[in-house]
C-alpha cells in the first residue's frame, strides 16, 4: 500500500544520499607467504604488528616502534640531501627506521602512534600518481620498494584557497611502495568524488586525499553564519575526480579542548604557589 511506496521512496532518497560515501573499516591484509601481511590490533591507539619472513624488512618513522623478537634489527636510512630535506618539510623526521628480521624463522615488529588515533592502511598499488596528506599523518610502510614520502605543495591554484584554505602551504606526499600506513583520529570515512563534482569540507577533518583533486574555498555565507557558525569565513571545497579520506576529530580540535595555560599559570602562579 501506500506505507510500502513510501518506504521505498525514503530507501532511495537515502541511497542517493550516500551514494560515493564509504565507512573505512580495516581491509583484509593481503598473504605473504603464508603469513598475513600485517595486523591491527586494538581500537584506539592502535597497534599494527607485521609479521616478519627472513631477510623481510618494514620502514617507519623513528620512535614508532612499540615491540619486536629478538632477531629484528634496525638502520637508518636518510637518503640523500633532498630525500631529507622533503621530509622534514613533509612533518617527518629526515631519517627512516628499517627493521628487519635477522633470524632464519618467522619475526615480528609492531608499531603505534604518538597520538590517540586509529591506523589507516592505504593500498598504494591503487594510487594512481601521488597521494597528498597532512602534515605527519605517516607512520610506516611495506614493500621491497620502498614508499617515497616527501613535502609537496598546496594544490589550491587561487591565492584565496592558499591563504585562506586552512591547508598548510607544504602537505605530505606519498608515492611507491606497498602498503602505507597513516595515524587518524575518530571515525573515518572515505568519499569518492567524480569528474567536476564538488564537496565542501572542515579543512582540519582532511587526512588524505588523490593527486587529481582540487581545492579551493568558498565563503562559509552571511556574516552572521561567518561570526557564529564556528566554521571561520572560509570553508574548503574539493573538485573530483579522487578519493578523499576524512577523520572525525582531527588532533586540531583535540588540542583547541585544552588550550595551553596562560602565563601565570605557567609561571606556577596562584595561591597554590607554596606560601607560609
Known amino acids: 500500500g501506500k506505507r510500502v511506496v513510501k518506504f521505498w521512496v525514503l530507501v532511495t532518497m537515502a541511497s542517493e544520499l550516500w551514494a560515493g560515501f564509504e565507512l573505512w573499516v580495516p581491509p583484509s591484509a593481503p598473504d605473504n607467504d603464508g603469513l598475513p601481511l600485517f595486523e591491527i590490533i586494538g581500537t584506539t591507539a592502535q597497534i599494527v ?53 635477522k633470524t632464519q624463522g618467522p619475526g615480528y615488529a609492531a608499531f603505534t602512534t604518538d597520538i590517540p588515533g586509529v591506523l589507516v592502511p592505504i593500498d598504494m598499488n591503487n594510487i594512481d600518481g601521488k597521494l597528498r596528506c597532512k602534515r605527519g599523518a605517516w607512520v610506516c610502510s611495506t614493500g621491497d620498494q620502498e614508499t617515497s614520502v616527501q613535502a609537496g605543495f598546496n594544490p589550491a591554484k587561487s591565492m584565496g584557497g592558499q591563504c585562506c584554505g586552512g591547508l598548510s602551504f607544504i602537505l605530505q606526499e606519498l608515492s611507491g611502495g606497498q602498503y602505507s ?17 564538488e564537496f565542501i569540507v572542515d579543512t582540519n577533518s582532511i587526512l588524505a586525499m588523490t593527486g587529481e ?8 555565507g552571511s556574516c552572521g553564519a561567518m561570526c557564529c557558525a564556528g566554521e571561520g569565513a572560509f570553508n574548503t571545497v574539493l ?11 582531527p588532533i586540531e580540535k583535540l588540542r583547541a579542548l585544552f588550550p595551553k595555560p596562560g602565563k601565570e599559570g605557567a609561571d606556577g602562579g596562584g595561591d597554590d604557589g607554596g606560601g607560609e
Open 181 to 197: 600506513f597513516l595515524v587518524a583520529m575518530g571515525t573515518v570515512i572515505t568519499r569518492t568524488l567524480q569528474a567536476g563534482e
Open 49 to 101: 604488528q607485521f609479521p616478519l619472513n627472513p631477510g623481510q624488512s618494514v620502514t617507519c618513522e623513528p620512535g614508532a616502534m612499540c615491540y619486536m623478537n629478538n632477531g629484528c634489527r634496525v638502520n637508518i636510512k636518510s637518503g640523500g640531501l633532498m630525500d631529507m630535506i622533503g621530509g622534514a618539510l613533509g612533518g617527518e623526521s629526515p631519517w627512516k627506521c628499517v627493521y628487519t628480521n
Open 239 to 249: 573538485t573530483g575526480p579522487g578519493k578523499v579520506w576524512l577523520q572525525s576529530m
Open 213 to 220: 583533486i582540487e581545492v579551493d574555498v568558498r565563503q562559509v
